[in-house]
């Protein structure tokens, strides 16, 4: 997303409430959010979402588009990615090579940003986005994909109860 960012997550935000009120599940919303979101920044190489299994304490691949990547389970505290989770907050990455515990999806990766689906202290999953730029994720990057998080929690909230 660039400067346009808050534009177009608002319209996918819009677009998932419709997707909602026609009756489509949280399945449907995660994998149209991945679509939408993967081919609104040239700068996003692989976007995926996680959801948390709470049983195993793992997060579960659910959907992506980029490269195939091994961790398709991944520990809640393991990678950025559980440790998101395990920390109970966003975590933008500006270089990977110098992070302990990081789990390469793929050589070329050199930025990473996870945004947690979240409804307060819940923790539903995350949106996991890679760069193969460094520092690719700035602040608006962030902010516009929580839009989306929040409203990919309402559904998955309403579904839990
Ligand atoms: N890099 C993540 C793992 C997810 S793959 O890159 C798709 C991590 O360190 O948790």
Redesign the pocket.
């Known amino acids: 997303m660039d400067s346009d960012h808050m534009q177009e997550a608002g319209k996918l935000v819009k677009d998932l409430q419709d997707m909602r009120d026609e009756g489509h599940l949280s399945d449907a919303l995660l994998r149209y959010a991945v679509r939408t979101i993967e081919r609104s920044d040239d700068r996003y190489s692989?976007v995926?979402v996680y959801l948390v299994n709470d049983a195993e304490q793992e997060l579960w691949l659910h959907n992506y588009v980029g490269e195939p990547?091994e961790?398709a389970k991944?520990p809640v505290g393991t990678?950025?990615?559980?440790r998101a989770v395990e920390q109970k907050q966003n975590l933008n990455i500006p270089d990977v090579s110098v992070e302990e515990d990081?789990?390469?999806?793929s050589l070329d990766?050199e930025s990473?940003l996870v945004v947690l689906i979240r409804a307060g202290d819940e923790i539903f999953g995350q949106i996991?986005l890679?760069s193969e730029e460094k520092a690719a994720f700035k602040e608006e990057d962030e902010v516009a994909v929580q839009m989306v998080a929040d409203k990919l929690a309402e559904q998955l909230m309403a579904e839990r109860r």
């Open positions: 692989w995926g990547t961790h991944i990678g950025v990615c559980g990081y789990l390469a999806c990766v990473e996991d890679d």
